[in-house]
């Protein structure tokens, strides 16, 4: 396998900084650059191409949710996993209609946001099991559109339940 380019968008320095060196210990991983806002962006995505994306939800200046939509458009083949403490319905939800491939929150041991990397390099839709269980939910209440979701909306429910159900 080749290395896997791996841009960091998180504004809290500590966690950023950890999180960047925790990721630099795997041989199959480079931290190509890890930034405190996602206000550069599409810049940055197009100067580092990475492979994935890791991206806080509240930042300054521009939310994580805006900040997968730029990554998204300027480089649709870069896989974006959130990074969050946030577990509320509304956030997970937009930021998987913008784009997002897999939402871990921060409290993820080290070694599952390494397997959850490799799994998104390998098409997978990573979450961390509270989130996985909010999206089989939706999806299961979607079904009757009580929450009146859009084709598209119950489209990417769709697809993430057939990413996180074993066959």
Known sequence: MSTIRIIIFEDN???RESLSYLLKTIRDYEVAGD?????????????????VVLMDIDMPG??????????????PETSVIMYTVFED?????????????GYLLKKTPPQK??????????????????????????????RSNQYHLSPREVEVLQSLIRAIVPK
């Open 13 to 15: 320095d500590k966690l």
């Open 35 to 51: 930034f405190n806002s996602c206000l550069e962006a599409a810049n940055i995505i197009r100067v580092y191409k990475p492979d």
């Open 62 to 75: 521009l939310s994580g949710i805006e900040g997968v939509k730029i990554v998204k458009e300027t480089r």
């Open 89 to 101: 319905d509304e956030k997970l939800f937009q930021c998987l209609c913008a784009g997002a491939n």
């Open 113 to 142: 946001i390494f397997d959850a990397i490799h799994e998104v390099i390998e098409g997978g839709s990573p979450m961390s099991p509270s989130i996985a269980r909010k999206v089989l939910n939706s999806f299961q209440q979607a």
